[in-house]
């Protein structure tokens, strides 16, 4: 059974940083490009980030470039969203998702979660005072 489980949400001030985790069960995630979308009250689900297989690359939505780095960790086959100098605007479902198609194909322009065909449940993320 293939599934995603994402870890590492909850609540924190503006400014504060937070670090999700995504490990996969059922898959060797460093064969899959990985992205993180997230789904705000109100709002459509965004892709926000993605990662090749290899880590060569990686791509970014505008809003989050310079704030939020997405990693791998290949030993323990999880990858990783450090999100630093958090908004409120950043609170959202954060969900893991991952792929066969190569980087190119599903990361390198839009992130579109039609795309992806692996899903985690999702973790909240809430950024307040």
């Known amino acids: 059974q293939l599934h995603l489980v994402e870890s590492g949400g909850g609540l924190v001030q503006p400014g504060g940083s937070l670090r999700l985790s995504c490990a996969a069960s059922g898959i060797r995630l460093g064969d899959y490009s990985v992205g993180w979308f997230r789904q705000a009250p109100g709002k459509e689900r965004e892709g926000i980030t993605c990662i090749s297989k290899r880590e060569y690359e990686a791509s970014y939505l505008d809003s989050v470039e310079g704030r939020f780095t997405i990693s791998r960790d290949y030993t323990q086959g999880t990858v990783f969203l450090q999100m630093d100098r958090l908004k409120p605007e950043d609170t959202g479902v954060y969900y893991c998702?991952?792929?066969?198609?190569?980087?190119?194909?599903?990361?390198?322009?839009?992130?579109?979660?039609?795309?992806?065909?692996?899903w985690g449940q999702g973790t909240q993320v809430t950024v307040s005072s």
């Open positions: 998702t991952a792929d066969r198609k190569p980087f190119s194909s599903i990361c390198a322009d839009v992130i579109l979660e039609e795309r992806f065909a692996i």
